[in-house]
């Protein structure tokens, strides 16, 4: 679940706005580029390789600043968050004005309202959701062991994160005709990157799965209004309507289409992605496995290990983009006025100078005798700062209560892989994942 804060007015220059200009790849360097018909991210990967952790680009007439150094991501996230802002986000026509698209004043309300139920007793409140929906889950991969029948990794990872968001919001375990049509959800962040630019055209092109999504939300806010005395996270929205009247049924869709967007296809990608990887690394499923009991702190710490290894490969969110709302120094770097910014979890993570061997999967970075970097800008799968993540424990526990279930069973025997990977809002597998279990 990711966020985006906007300043009430633009703040001052920070003091001594000079520096060196940060440098730009060369024009034949991004024309090549085009014409390989590649990613953005190997045009960005080209940019870190040739010019380090602040570097520039250009798509159009001004360039644009490629943020993965961690003492700048830490200057640009973490620190002044008023000087780097959201303009706008690509999901916005699927999650209105919920907290991951809103800004400004109706962010920082919107923030407070939700922040409290994903920390501390908040927390405490999903925890019969989120194991009920892991021994769902489980149940049906003892089905797939007993029957050999062939299923889908993704699909079954994506039906256990969505329902689990779904007992969060409504406190109810999610039904197949719900899970049928929130399948929309996935489509509509799957097309994102391809949709029109115009807004109108846009939601044109995925009306009828626009529509779905609607349907559903609206249906769950009225079941959720007749029954008052409910412990979904739909109630602390409407009950924040009889004191806000901002909290209209629209922002309330919102918020919940925006919930079920964040809380569940970032979960789902980094649970497939960790079972493919567990897949070319049966040593790594073993040595989890061995590190304690089922319960014990030493499986925990190691079950979160291969969560966050998984997030360094494959962060929640793989680019942040910014805008500078005034002239800055940034690592030595001059930031003019004006200037689009793309901060890369996905780079930093890969950096070499950071990590040792950084294509490797190898968990026990994560562990007490682990080689994870000092800097806090070197790890951020959920971002940083003020608008990072506010489900970031909710997506722990819930991936590290379905591993404790699903690890030490059958493995899945992938009948055929994904070649590569897509760059959305998330970093999916390019393609599906069938499987057995032996």
């Known amino acids: 679940m990711a966020t985006e804060a906007h300043p009430a007015a633009v703040p001052p220059p920070a003091e001594g706005a000079a520096g060196r200009p940060v440098p730009e790849l060369p024009a034949q360097s991004v024309a090549r580029w085009r014409a390989s018909g590649a990613e953005l991210v190997e045009l960005l990967a080209t940019a870190q390789r040739q010019l380090g952790g602040v570097a520039a680009f250009r798509l159009g007439p001004a360039p644009t600043v490629l943020v993965t150094d961690p003492e700048a991501v830490q200057h640009v996230l973490g620190r002044h968050p008023d000087r780097y802002v959201k303009r706008s986000h690509r999901a916005r026509l699927l999650t209105g004005e919920g907290v991951l698209s809103a800004t400004g004043d109706a962010w920082k309300r919107q923030r407070r309202m939700l922040q409290a139920q994903f920390t501390g007793t908040g927390m405490r409140r999903h925890e019969q959701g989120i194991a009920g929906a892991a021994r769902q889950a489980a149940d049906r991969w003892a089905g797939y062991a007993r029957t050999g029948e062939r299923f889908d990794v993704g699909e079954e990872m994506r039906r256990f994160a969505l329902d689990t968001v779904w007992r969060a919001l409504t406190g109810h375990p999610l039904d197949d005709r719900t899970d049928g049509e929130l399948a929309a959800v996935a489509r509509v962040v799957a097309a994102l990157p391809m949709l029109p630019a115009d807004g109108a055209n846009a939601r044109d092109a995925v009306a009828d799965d626009l529509a779905r999504i609607d349907a559903v939300a609206h249906a769950a806010i009225d079941a959720a209004r007749r029954r008052p005395e409910g412990q979904g996270l739909l109630h602390v929205l409407l009950d924040a309507a009889d004191e806000h009247p901002e909290y209209t049924d629209t922002l309330i869709r919102d918020e919940l289409v925006t919930l079920l967007v964040a809380g569940h296809e970032t979960t789902a990608t980094t649970l497939t992605w960790l079972f493919l990887l567990l897949d070319g690394h049966p040593e790594a499923r073993s040595r989890a496995l061995a590190a304690g009991p089922e319960g014990s702190a030493g499986r925990r710490e190691a079950l979160q290990a291969l969560v966050s290894e998984t997030l360094r490969l494959y962060p929640a969110a793989w680019i942040l ?96 892989t994904p070649t590569g990977a897509a760059y959305s809002i998330t970093v999916r597998p390019d393609g599906p994942t069938p499987a057995v279990l032996s």
């Open 321 to 416: 983009p910014r805008h500078a709302t005034g002239a800055d120094t940034v690592a030595g770097h001059r930031i003019e006025a004006g200037t689009d910014l793309l901060v890369s979890p996905y780079l930093t993570h890969r950096d070499g100078a950071l990590w040792p061997e950084p294509e490797r999967f190898d968990p026990s970075r994560f562990t007490g005798a682990g080689a994870r970097p000092g800097p806090l800008g070197a790890y951020y799968p959920f971002g940083l700062g003020a608008r990072a993540c506010l489900g970031t424990q909710f997506a722990v526990r819930e991936t590290t209560a379905l591993l404790e279930l699903l690890l030490p069973a059958p493995a899945p025997r992938f009948l055929a």
